[in-house]
């Protein structure tokens, strides 16, 4: 089985000696961050080449369609070397583009206002097919490894981030390098439904990108409703989790909050949030629903996420309403690709 490069360091490229000349490593090193195939690469000997391409993988995906919104966000379908299909979302904002990437195919999390997991967890994505994502699009975007267009990372697409640990510490690793794309962890966004181990084992291994937590409830019986991971993972003990974070790192915690009709808008519920978040150094980002067609949930009115903001500003907790992006284009996590996958199905069943 070929090898993904992307898997790599410089330097492991180095100590692996995958080529010769050693400064042809460098070379190869250079054009990868590029977005460059093997047969792309104009200073390489033929030979050399032909080698490569017997024993490696230079990009392990590739872009198979990209959907653009009137506000300049964009949805990326994926497709892996394996034939699996992922996804991603630009977004396009004052400082630059904040790129939004997935780090499983699937996701094992079970989260009812979610399409990414409503096949389960087909497997982990390594460091470099994570990494890839970052790649393919910075060049898409005319981007080169010096002077890059994607200024910032957001861990929320497909897939629990947590739960695939190892690769995705590698790839914050790959990523912050300053001899690759050089993306510093404080314009990195790592989002969890909550992995309270995890979250501790982020801080002792000395990362300190921005913390996300995906929270949507005030209460335990909402949230596992909503998020069977609560069964494992409850409020206290997340709350528990991110004060360690925060004592370890610094770092002020963002709260994520869906704004679900009949579920978890109302003002009883603002109070139970306040309740729980006040006195910590922490942001609220409350997110109007992006409804998706796998369930019957809606968003609450525009009134309604006005008067839940204002019951959290004036008891003092910073919040923000998250304005709406990529409706039109199956801006929800995972919508892009099971609309794919259903209308693939529906080719061949006709």
Request: aromatic share 8%; hydrophobic share 35%.
């Amino acid at each position: 089985m070929k090898k993904n490069l992307l898997d790599y360091s410089l330097e492991e490229m180095q100590n692996y000696k995958i080529a010769s000349p050693s400064f042809r490593i460098k070379q190869i090193f250079e054009w990868l961050y590029k977005g460059y195939s093997f047969s792309e690469m104009k200073n390489l000997p033929a030979d050399l080449k032909e080698q490569l391409n017997e024993n490696y993988v230079d990009l392990p995906l590739s872009i198979l369609e990209v959907k653009n919104a009137k506000d300049k966000s964009a949805k990326f379908l994926y497709k892996l070397i394996d034939g699996n299909i992922i996804e991603g979302m630009l977004m396009k904002y004052k400082y630059g583009y904040t790129l939004c990437v997935s780090t499983q195919i699937g996701c094992r999390m079970g989260c009812v206002f979610c399409a990414s997991g409503k096949n389960g967890l087909i497997r982990n994505l390594t460091a470099g097919e994570i990494l890839a994502q970052v790649i393919v699009v910075n060049r898409y975007l005319g981007g080169t490894l010096k002077e890059r267009q994607i200024t910032n990372i957001v861990l929320m697409g497909m897939g629990e981030p947590l739960d695939n640990y190892d690769n995705v510490t590698k790839f914050l690793k790959l990523i912050n390098s300053d001899k690759s794309l050089n993306i510093s962890q404080r314009n990195i966004s790592l989002s969890t439904s909550g992995l309270t181990d995890k979250i501790k084992k982020l801080a002792d291994d000395g990362f300190f990108v921005t913390l996300t937590i995906s929270l949507h409830a005030s209460d335990n019986i909402t949230r596992s409703q909503i998020m069977p991971v609560n069964k494992a993972y409850n409020i206290e003990e997340i709350l528990n989790a991110t004060n360690y974070y925060f004592n370890k790192t610094g770092r002020r915690v963002i709260f994520e909050y869906t704004l679900i009709e009949n579920k978890n808008c109302d003002n009883e519920n603002a109070e139970k949030l306040v309740n729980l978040l006040k006195g910590r150094v922490c942001h609220v980002n409350l997110i109007p629903l992006n409804e998706i067609k796998e369930n019957n949930l809606h968003s609450c009115s525009r009134k309604k996420a006005e008067e839940f903001l204002n019951v959290l500003l004036k008891n003092n907790i910073s919040a923000t309403i998250r304005r709406t992006i990529g409706a039109e284009i199956d801006g929800a996590c995972g919508q892009l690709r099971a609309n794919h996958i259903n209308r693939k199905t529906e080719e061949k069943n006709n």
